[in-house]
Nanobody
């Protein structure tokens, strides 16, 4: 199994930036496709961005496309989410998740992911 720990959340003004990190331990990081999801109060968990391992294709929700960038450091067992031009509607708890298929092409269903971190809060104020 893989264990995931997120960090990097915080309070930021609209238009600002944050970079989230997800440190993985346990099984080989490259065995998994990885994704970021988020959940705002009273809302369902939603897909934000995903990245396969081989090849390193990336996928984004329309709401974050052009503003967020997902990347992974396989040698360092770390997943990142660079978030720019943040908006108040980006406020949520952000979770990283791992899927056993390293060549995943469909990321939007959180129920398909078997491994989750504890989440990190991102709050964007206007």
């Amino acid at each position: 199994q893989v264990q995931l720990v997120e960090s990097g959340g915080g309070l930021v003004q609209a238009g600002g930036s944050l970079r989230l990190s997800c440190a993985a331990s346990g099984r080989t990081f490259s065995d998994y496709s990885m994704a970021w999801f988020r959940q705002a109060p009273g809302k369902e968990r939603e897909f934000v961005a995903g990245i396969s391992w081989n090849p390193g294709y990336t996928y984004y929700a329309d709401s974050v496309k052009g503003r967020f960038t997902i990347s992974r450091d396989n040698a360092g067992n770390t997943l990142y989410l660079q978030m720019n031009s943040l908006k108040p509607e980006d406020t949520a708890v952000y979770y990283c998740a791992a899927h056993r298929n390293p060549r995943l092409t469909t990321f939007r269903d959180p129920g398909a992911f078997g491994f989750w971190g504890q989440g990190t809060q991102v709050t964007v104020f206007s």
